[in-house]
Nanobody, 116 residues
Framework: QVQLVESGGGLVQPGGSLRLSCAASGSIASIYAMAWYRQAPGKQRELVARIILDGSTNYADSVKGRFTISRDNGKNTVYLQMNSLKPEDTAAYYC??????????WGQGTQVTVSS
């Protein structure tokens, strides 16, 4: 199993930026992909961005060109750089680690609020 700890959420004005971090520990060797999901009140959890072992990435259409997922293998940490934030980006953001066959763990979530 993998333990994940997120940080970096907060309140930001529309057009602003935030960087989320997700530090992984535990069964690191089992990780094939790491991803950020988000869940707004009354909505389903949705995939925001994912990075897999070979470094390739994919993004939700709603964040393409604004968000960037990256990783620091030496620190076992994944980042989500969020630029040009919009009120509709307001949600709880969750980090996920997955092996090739299943989810290996979720973080506790970090709140991002975009409001003037």
């Amino acid at each position: 199993q993998v333990q994940l700890v997120e940080s970096g959420g907060g309140l930001v004005q529309p057009g602003g930026s935030l960087r989320l971090s997700c530090a992984a520990s535990g069964s690191i060797a089992s990780i094939y992909a790491m991803a950020w999901y988000r869940q707004a009140p009354g909505k389903q959890r949705e995939l925001v961005a994912r990075i897999i072992l070979d470094g390739s990435t994919n993004y939700a259409d709603s964040v393409k060109g604004r968000f960037t997922i990256s990783r620091d293998n030496g620190k076992n940490t994944v980042y989500l750089q969020m630029n040009s934030l919009k009120p509709e980006d307001t949600a709880a953001y969750y980090c996920n680690a997955a092996s090739r066959i299943r989810s290996e763990g979720w973080g506790q979530g970090t709140q991002v609020t975009v409001s003037s």
